[in-house]
């Protein structure tokens, strides 16, 4: 497969995903497609990090529980850079402090021996990685990977706008907008299957703007349908 063939692929499965799931099996579509074996979306800085990734949970919630993400050299990478990266084994360099040691001989532990980053800056000093990684190396793998790299920096910006526009828990706080209290209304009687004519009778709302508001408060929180608003709405506190 061609690195445009790659991309295309990538941009046709995120375009049309709507669920962490869907963003997660093309990612892990395209760590395939170039050789590694898993895929990490890692956002950090100003709060809680945030991550979807196809690492073993075990992994994922010993680096998080451990505060990894604060002494990750990785991390630190991205901060002060905006290309795309290798580390580990692909890299041939070992951290020098005591804490990276730890983490990169706790990761090579479950198998996590190297990586390409492509590291993104946000809004308040966040930053976002989209890595992927494999548990050995090659030539072979070096080499395609070298070649396929601007490939992957175009693919991990299309994930990382995609993510921010439609998964709430990656939304700026700003995206997260509440529901007024005429949307709420509009919204719960939609997810619950009622017409228009049926909640504007209920709610002593004129016709259109009942059939209006479900369609505004999907918008806002990035759903596809009033069920699904309802259920990213619950998420962020959008509704009661």
Not at 30 to 49: C, E, I, Q
Not at 95 to 112: K, Y
Request: aromatic content about 8%.
């Amino acid at each position: 497969m061609t690195g445009k063939d790659v991309v295309q692929e990538f941009m046709d499965a995120v375009h049309t995903a709507s669920e962490e799931v869907a963003f997660a099996g093309a990612a892990s579509r395209l760590s395939d497609a170039v050789g590694f074996r898993w895929f990490t979306y890692l956002s950090v800085g100003g709060g809680k990090p945030v991550v979807i990734s196809t690492y073993p949970a075990i992994w994922s919630d010993h680096y998080l529980n451990n505060g990894y993400d604060q002494v990750d050299p990785v991390v630190a990478a991205s901060r002060r850079q905006t290309i795309p990266f290798f580390w580990g084994a692909l890299d041939g360099a070992r951290p020098s402090d005591a804490a990276g040691i730890r983490l990169f001989d706790d990761a090579a532990s479950f198998g996590i021996v190297s990586g390409l980053t492509v590291p993104f800056r946000g809004p308040k000093g966040r930053t976002a990685l989209f890595t992927l990684s494999t548990d050995e190396i090659s030539p072979a793998l070096l080499r395609r990977a070298e070649e396929l790299k601007t490939y992957v920096q175009v693919c991990g910006l299309h994930l990382h706008n995609q993510l921010a526009a439609r998964v709430t828990r990656f939304m700026p706080e700003h995206r997260k907008r509440t529901l007024t209290p005429r949307q709420r209304a509009c919204l719960l009687a939609a997810a619950e299957g009622r017409s228009a004519k049926q909640a504007a009778r209920t709610l002593d709302l004129p016709p259109r703007p009942v059939h209006h508001h479900p369609e505004e408060a999907k918008r806002r929180p990035g759903a596809q349908s009033p069920p699904h608003a309802v259920a990213l709405a619950a998420r962020c506190s959008m509704t009661p």
